[in-house]
């Protein structure tokens, strides 16, 4: 018996190591969702399972040296790849100064170099589109979820589906809004543990930074009236 449970165990490991690759991101690189979940470190490793697997990943990172150094944030990029080994390693294009990385985004088509297991690995990407307005990405929850409705794309247990969802028809107005409320409200144990999940303060601060640092520059970025209508919407917040 103790054979049979030795066997099994060493079984269930070896599936796993199979099914499952560590994600690895270099310095600069913020993994903000993995098939339509929050990933569980943005700048960290994360575990992947097996498969066709999306990423949206941008690039935020202090280029420059002396006073012309510059915090460059990206727009977020949907990225998609075929994760068959044990180790995927994720670093931003090649940047030295923040105008080399404003022209490695300005085509759309940034060259991400991605590897797994030590060999460059084919991917696909598209930039995440925008919402309308200074904040084009905020509630990025709200975004990715659209962009995957919009594609027909669908998740099951984290792994991309391979029945065909249809997109959300825009006359059906009532029923998507209905649909979407009743979503929002009702979520798995997993999700709930997830939210509850303590963060190390660490964590909070460098992902805090980040936030703050990306708000600078889309306020840098903004025209005069973009300005004065984000001040208006921040003193109606208080």
Not at 113 to 126: A, F, K
Not at 179 to 198: G, I, L, R, Y
């Amino acid at each position: 018996m103790n054979k049979f449970r030795l066997a099994m165990s060493i079984a269930c490991m070896t599936a796993f190591s199979v099914n499952a690759a560590t994600l690895i991101p270099s310095k600069g690189v913020s993994i903000l969702y993995i098939n339509g979940q929050e990933a569980e470190a943005k700048i960290g490793k994360n575990e992947l399972l097996d498969g066709e697997t999306q990423l949206v990943i941008r690039m935020d990172k202090q280029l420059g040296k002396g006073s012309s150094k510059k915090v460059f944030t990206s727009d977020p990029y949907v990225v998609t790849l075929n994760v068959t080994g044990e180790e995927i390693k994720l670093n931003h294009p090649v940047a030295r100064s923040a105008g080399e990385a404003e022209n490695a985004f300005r085509s759309g088509d940034p060259q991400w170099r991605i590897s797994q297991d030590g060999s460059d690995i084919s991917y696909t990407q598209e930039p995440l589109p925008k919402k309308k307005g200074m904040l084009p990405f905020m509630g990025l929850d709200t975004v990715v979820s659209d962009y995957n409705a919009d594609k027909g794309i669908h998740f099951v247990d984290g792994k991309k589906s391979s029945a065909t969802v249809a997109p959300v028809v825009a006359a059906a107005t009532t029923v998507a809004v209905a649909s979407t409320s009743t979503t929002s409200t009702v979520k798995s144990d997993k999700q709930m543990a997830k939210e509850t999940k303590p963060v190390s303060q660490p964590q909070l601060a460098i992902e805090d930074t980040q936030n703050l640092d990306q708000l600078k520059a889309w306020y840098l970025k903004a025209s005069k009236s973009e300005r004065k209508e984000f001040r208006r919407w921040m003193i109606d917040q208080e």
